[in-house]
């Protein structure tokens, strides 16, 4: 970081600009620590500059629906701040957690608290930690139960992830397999989803559980 955050912002969102022809999603910033190979460590300062959606999102619906959307991680900048009432910052797999219980607790009816757990695709996925991978993975499976513990009447957890990145697999690139989505709340039954068509069935999905405007696309999970 001896480079500047500031100076390396300021550089990175003249990129957005210059890369919009190009139709680049993002630019982001990846601030490091070291001095030679080997020795490099992300900061906990990244920052993401993104195109803004296309179109209205579940977010922007809900927010203009009256409801609050908690952003956690970098999943304001994901959205280019578009529809998020609160931005709230965190780094690494505990704290990205504890904000998120804290959000959990302090949300009020129609609150959607998006969080992205940015540690198995950036630390372990891309760098093909096997080892790393496993060790969040147990990590974050310790974790859930006290997430679900403080679950009410009306709440919903959706696990899922954008894209696969197998450690095992060739290469530094994201993967293709099929991504896993899972479902809780109290009251729920337990039933298969199924293989579904669409991310857009979970957009649907969270829509009818926030009553809120129905997205032109996707079929409800539940």
């Known amino acids: 970081e001896a480079f500047g955050l500031e100076r390396l912002y300021s550089v990175c969102r003249v ?11 993002r630019v982001i910033a990846r601030p490091f620590t070291g001095q030679r190979r080997g020795e490099f460590r ?21 927010v203009q ?40 607790a302090e949300g009020g009816d129609r609150t959607l608290v998006f969080t992205n757990l940015v540690d198995f695709d950036q630390e372990y996925g891309h760098r093909r930690d096997v080892a790393g991978y496993a060790r969040a993975l147990e990590s974050f499976d310790a974790m859930l139960p006290a997430l679900t513990g403080a679950m009410t ?10 894209h696969g990145n197998d450690p095992t697999w060739k290469g530094t690139d994201h993967t293709r397999e099929q991504v896993p989505v899972l479902a809780y709340g109290p009251g729920i039954k337990p039933a298969p989803l199924g293989r579904r068509d669409s991310f857009a069935d979970i957009g649907q999905t969270l829509a009818m559980w926030l009553r809120t405007t129905p997205l032109g696309l996707g079929k409800s999970l539940l």
């Open 65 to 104: 629906d009256g409801g609050m959307v908690v952003g956690v991680g970098k999943v304001p900048d994901i959205f280019a701040n578009r529809g998020i009432s609160r931005a709230l910052k965190a780094s690494g797999l505990a704290e990205l957690m504890n904000v998120t219980m804290r959000a959990l």
């Open 42 to 62: 992300r900061t906990a300062n990244r920052h993401d500059y993104s195109v803004p959606p296309h179109g209205p999102t579940l977010l922007d619906l809900l």
């Open 153 to 162: 009447e009306g709440d919903l957890l959706i696990l899922t992830a954008d």
């Open 15 to 25: 990129a957005r600009e210059l890369v919009n022809q190009y139709r680049i999603a």
